[in-house]
């Protein structure tokens, strides 16, 4: 597609709930990253996918938190019993040689 | 590891004024930067990069940005901002080899006023 697209762009979980966020990256884009950007803050890196391979998972904050990319392509990012603190925007963003490309987001809010 | 520091959270402005948005980086191996922008609920989009070459890069809107190798520095300039060019804008390292994940500082929020 012409950009990195991502759905839901908003989503309202009650505390506990699980909830998955995807991604699809720009056609081609070997790389793809997930980002948590809580309000006022920059964007902290989350997890790091070459193809279908996740060669860097040090960003999830804790074993709630999975992200997969099963065909090299689509990606989700699963949070499981949500909890207050998970509310943040989550960006998600393709690479192609050098610069990376960001969708719009979801902004996750856990009531 | 890397690490960008923005020394200003908020930077208000006049309209047509100058305008300079402060970023450090800390690195021990050569970088790659980069000036992203943020628009209300949007995502983030690239405004200029710094791969090689000539220190000073430009926007096609504007602005533009010098990397200082000995200062560690790669501040964001325009010389008269338009009341559109309010926005958040972050600043984002990645190493020239190696890890692909970009670091990014806290951010500047430019505010335009009439």
């Known amino acids: 597609g012409a950009g990195v697209s991502q759905s839901p762009r908003y989503k309202v979980a009650k505390r506990g709930q699980d909830v998955a966020l995807r991604c699809d990256p720009i056609?081609?884009?070997?790389?793809l990253f997930w980002y948590q950007q809580a309000l006022g803050q920059g964007p902290e890196f989350l997890t790091y996918f070459q193809n279908e391979a996740q060669l860097d998972k040090s960003g999830l904050p804790s074993d709630r938190f999975f992200a997969e990319r099963p065909e090299g392509s689509v990606s989700t990012l699963k949070i499981q019993r949500t909890q207050q603190e998970d509310s943040a925007v989550y960006l998600c963003?393709?690479?192609?040689?050098?610069?990376?490309?960001f969708g719009q987001g979801t902004r996750l809010t856990v009531v | 590891a890397q690490s960008v520091t923005q020394l200003d959270s908020q930077v208000p402005v006049f309209e047509e004024a100058p305008v300079e948005l402060r970023c450090n980086y800390s690195s021990s191996v050569s970088v790659y930067l980069f000036w992203y922008v943020q628009y209300p609920n949007q995502g983030l989009q690239l405004l200029l990069k710094y791969l090689s070459g000539s220190t000073l890069v430009e926007s096609i809107n504007g602005f533009e940005a010098e990397f200082n190798k000995s200062q560690t520095s790669f501040h964001l300039r325009k010389p008269s901002v338009h009341i559109s060019d309010t926005a958040e804008y972050f600043c984002?390292?990645?190493?020239?080899?190696?890890?692909?994940?970009?670091?990014f500082g806290q951010g500047t929020r430019l505010t335009i006023n009439p």
């Open positions: 984002a390292v990645i190493p020239a080899q190696g890890a692909q994940k970009l670091v």
């Open positions: 963003a393709s690479r192609g040689n050098t610069e990376a490309f």
């Open positions: 056609s081609g884009h070997v790389s």
